[in-house]
């Protein structure tokens, strides 16, 4: 029985839309994820999990060793205290601009002084 729920989201690594007839062609994270770890447990083949998801082969393939090339990911804490620290990092440069703009767009409405 294919899944049906009408989902939006992004390939784990690539950023490419997944094709899922169900729903206009997209599958969700966590359709990705069932179908590469049921293709990583064997238990079934790539053309049953494709027709249980009702996605192409191809794309269980692609999910599967994606999610092997990424798995380590998960645990790798020093990464993502890196990527936490990364964005705040950019918020703090984002409100200084705004700041900035703000005084600038300030400092062009005040009168122009002429020189004598």
């Not at 390939?11 to 839309?17: A, H, M, Q, W, Y």
């Not at 053309?47 to 060793?65: F, L, Q």
């Not at 990424?70 to 703090?92: M, R, S, W």
Request: glycine share 6%; hydrophobic share 40%.
């Amino acid at each position: 029985m294919p899944y049906s729920a009408k989902t939006e989201a992004i390939s784990f690594s690539t950023g490419r839309l997944a094709m899922h007839p169900d729903n206009g062609g997209i599958a969700s994270a966590g359709i990705k994820a069932r179908a590469a770890l049921e293709a990583i447990k064997g238990a079934m083949t790539v053309a049953e999990i494709s027709t249980k998801y009702s996605v192409h082969p191809n794309m269980v393939i692609r999910w599967r060793r994606e999610l092997l090339e990424n798995a380590a990911g998960i645990f790798d804490h020093k990464k993502n205290q890196k990527t936490v620290e990364a964005q705040e990092k950019i918020d703090d440069l984002h409100k200084n601009t705004g700041e900035l703009t703000m005084e600038r767009d300030w400092l062009k409405k005040l009168p122009r002084r002429t020189a004598v």
